[in-house]
């Protein structure tokens, strides 16, 4: 097991590389640990990129009582006290707002198709919460139906959320997560987002949970990734209130259009 100081020198570690990579700006983003006896969280307010140890605050189990620190707490650490109470298998919340992927949370997109294999071994599909005015209940309420099932999410109109049982893991998620839908953009520009038939995504799948990625009960019901007939379709809504963009091939527009057509005629005749 780690040192407290050990712990700090990750989230110092993870700070610089989220800044270093684009994932934050500014005073953006937080980080935080589940250790033993508490939270080491960061401060509120300051670049993530330029952290030192002693600025890394301690929080209570709960996260509601300082234990230790001269800097004051994340104001979003209650988004990652729920996730620590809903998933005891995390020990690690990265938060950012990493640009591409926060595009997609802008426009209203899940990160929810079957489009690269990598992905859907190790991450999974990365379904879009519903908007919450950050540090109120807004915000993890509307994150509350996601989080057990998933170990990255967007938020609409704001950012991204990962979490894993390290920091490594959890970090390594929200680099997937904005490659990935950097990867989904140009697919996008080219005019066409090829996704794997469900024969491959079970594959996939079955995989990841011979292999130990990720067990079962992190198979998504509701996204493209996987639709299992006998489970009836949970709460979770990926693009909640917006509605599906789907693109269609010139002949299969012509053909929709003569199917239509047809069905008019014989409507009239
Ligand atoms: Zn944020």
Excluded: W
Excluded at 112 to 123: F, H, M, N
Excluded at 223 to 245: A, I, V
């Amino acid at each position: 097991m780690k040192s407290e100081q050990e712990y700090k020198q990750e989230i110092v570690e993870i700070g610089r590389r989220l800044y270093e990579r684009g994932l934050i700006v500014a005073g953006d983003g937080n980080i935080s640990i589940r250790v033993k006896d508490g939270i080491l969280t960061t401060p509120r307010s300051v670049c993530k990129g330029f952290l030192s140890l002693e600025m890394i605050v301690k929080m209570s189990p709960d996260g509601t009582t300082k234990l230790d620190g001269t800097y004051n707490a994340s104001t979003e650490l209650p988004m990652h006290m729920l996730i620590y109470q809903m998933r005891p298998d995390v020990n690690a919340v990265v938060h950012a707002h990493p640009p591409c992927g926060t595009g997609y949370a802008a426009a209203g997109f899940a990160l929810d198709k079957a489009l690269i294999s990598e992905v859907i071994l190790t991450l999974g599909c990365v379904p879009l919460a519903g908007y919450g005015t950050p540090s109120t209940n807004e915000i993890t309420d509307a994150m509350k139906p996601f989080i057990g099932r998933h170990d990255a999410l967007l938020m609409a109109n704001h950012g991204a959320v990962s979490y894993g049982s390290t920091l490594e893991s959890a970090y390594g998620r929200m680099e997937t997560l904005e490659h990935f839908a950097r990867i989904s953009l140009v697919a996008k520009l080219l005019g066409r987002e090829r996704e794997l038939g469900k024969e491959e995504v079970d594959k996939l799948i079955d995989l990841r949970e011979r292999a130990g990625y990720m067990s079962s009960d992190k198979r998504c019901q509701t996204c493209s990734f996987l639709s299992d007939e006998k489970t009836p379709p949970t709460q979770e809504k990926h693009n909640d209130g917006f509605e599906e963009l789907i693109t269609l091939t010139r002949s299969e527009l012509i053909e929709l259009v003569k199917h239509a057509s047809q069905l008019a005629q014989e409507g009239l005749s």
